[in-house]
């Protein structure tokens, strides 16, 4: 199964953020992972689609990936879209008809995803599976970074893997580092979004490729 890394840019250097841009390009990842706040959804707020045009402007060919934590997402899908949002992900205890906004990214023609709080149970992802074949399980309480990786989320990850099967991407995201990547990878993870532990390495390059292989052999001792 394909192991996907994604860094964060909310652990970027904000004043830099041009070069940070290019540093996530150069370290081989797969995408950088735009996490938009509303200050409703989650307490935090942080930027828009200014930031997805600026990441398309400057490094065109990295993978944009926008996690939307809104209450509303809906109102803002086409405006994500038109600024080069590639995968819009929405948040299942979102205030929205949740099948809705994903029919309205795809007719966007972005790739629609669906997210799940800590306290979601698994079976909250069902009535959406065939609707989109990614499904993020959040490892902390969405809102900031630096948070510590929430365990007990490791019986649910394994539950959406089931329910998803195989050829759907389950990913991860917060208090990703080298072990709590392994532990979700055995868990049946195959992506992992990690903002403060890449943006913190020197060497991000160096840092992908380790956890990449990290994570590859945890998924593949389990299959
Ligand atoms: C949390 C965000 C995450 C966050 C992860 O609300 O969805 O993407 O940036 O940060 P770390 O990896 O530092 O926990
Ligand atoms: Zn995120």
Redesign the pocket.
Known sequence: MQIQILP?L??ADLGRLGDELRRTEASGADAV?L?VMDAHF?PNLSYGPDVVALSRATVPGLYRHV?L?MTRPDRYVDAFAAAGAQTIQVHVEADADVHATIAQIAAAGAKPAIVLNPETPAHAAAPYIGETDEILV?T?H??????KFIEECLPKIAAVRRMAGDGATVMV????NASTAALAAAAGANAF?????LFGRGDMKAAVAELRETCRKSHAAEA
């Open positions: 964060s909310l652990a992972h996490d989650v996690h934590m959040m902390v969405p809102g900031r970074g630096g948070q995201d917060g208090g990703v979004v990690a903002g403060s532990y």
